[in-house]
């Protein structure tokens, strides 16, 4: 797989390369938003690494773009120094898969790398669909439609979906989320919460995401039967 490492500093591209080539990967780099840009719209790569303060345009305009392009389904995983939850959330809104705040760990930086991939390119599976209401889910070709119609989902949001579909009623903390759905068992739980949100907002009326105060998110209002006979 071809992996864009995109970020001004020679040294942080030279660390990533390093170690994402131990994995067996192959890296494209880039220094700058225009090289950058070039390399995205050819489409060749499997994950984008983009740093959000390199030169112009940057990596949150990067990611919007590419989410607002014609292959939206590229994975993304945005680099920074900065590190306030505002940041954090920024990053998340403009579509990015992940975020990781430098300094870091350039192994910590490999396994999102994999865990990221591992969604984002699995195989396709016998498809089995998850219904709720309009919404049709189905794992085996990555693809969410709401009254027929497809909705581009990035691969976290594909998969925190397909867990609430998969637990109608069941409430669920943000770290707990963070674990059952993405394997993670550290990281930022607002990330979550923009995930949320983001589901949120692209499912529209069709989304049944509850909050519960205090406790998590699930999907119809706990104790109560599904609807889906509607």
């Known amino acids: ?34 090289s950058t840009s070039e390399v995205l719209a050819r489409n060749d790569i499997d994950l984008a690494i983009l740093d959000v303060m390199m030169p112009p345009p940057d990596g949150i305009d990067l990611c919007r773009a590419v989410r607002a392009g014609r292959h939206p389904e590229t994975p993304i995983i945005l ?20 975020y990781i705040v430098k300094p870091f760990s350039p192994r910590e930086l490999a396994l999102r ?19 709720s209401g ?21 691969a976290r949001e594909f998969d925190l979906l397909a867990f609430l579909l998969a637990h109608p009623r069941q409430v669920f903390g943000r770290g707990e989320l963070l674990e059952r759905v993405w394997g993670w068992t550290f990281g930022d739980q607002s990330t979550v919460t923009v995930h949320i949100k983001r589901l949120r907002a692209k499912l529209g009326a069709a989304h049944r995401i509850e909050t519960v105060w205090g406790r998590g998110y699930a999907w119809g209002r706990p104790g109560r039967e599904a609807d889906n006979a509607e």
């Open 1 to 34: 797989m071809r992996i864009l490492v995109a970020d001004d500093d020679p040294v942080v591209r030279e660390v990533v390369r390093r170690y994402l080539e131990r994995d067996g990967l192959t890296v494209v780099e880039t220094a700058d938003g225009s």
């Open 113 to 131: 790398v994999a865990s990221v991939l591992r969604r984002a390119h699995r195989p396709a599976a016998v498809e089995q669909i998850l219904c």
């Open 79 to 98: 680099l920074t120094a900065l590190g306030d939850e505002e940041d954090r959330v920024l990053g998340l809104q403009s579509g990015a898969d992940d």
């Open 134 to 154: 309009t919404i049709e889910l189905r794992p085996g070709s990555q693809t969410v439609l709401i009254g027929g119609q497809r909705v581009e989902l990035t």
